[in-house]
């Protein structure tokens, strides 16, 4: 399998799992501040790094039926958030592929 390195990210502000402060999202990364999660507050990006992500579910959320994935921290395995996989309302199809994190599961690193 081999070793798996973290990838460490060069911006003005980063994003870090709160847990083991492990990078996962620079700010440049950021699409939109105006989403929720389960712990409050929550960003959904463009890309994260330094993450794995479960198997794909089906949830309803606020805005309608989607396709997740849970998203965790590579290094000390807190979920800190989800990918959108799939949108079944045609006006939340520009999730698909993004991924949201929790501001409350998230330190700044930089």
Do not use: P
């Amino acid at each position: 399998m081999g070793l798996s390195y973290n990838v460490y990210l060069n911006s003005d502000k980063i994003f870090g799992c709160k847990n083991c402060k492990t990078h996962l999202a620079s700010h440049d990364a950021i699409i939109s501040r105006n989403f929720r999660g389960q712990h409050g507050k929550a960003y959904l990006f463009n890309t994260v790094v330094n993450t794995t992500q479960s198997e794909a579910v089906e949830r309803n959320m606020t805005t309608g039926r989607h396709q997740v994935r849970d998203v965790v921290c590579k290094q000390c395995k807190e979920t800190v958030g989800w990918k959108y996989d799939k949108a079944y309302e045609a006006s939340e199809k520009y999730k698909e592929g993004k991924f949201i994190l929790e501001a409350e599961l998230l330190c700044s690193v930089s």
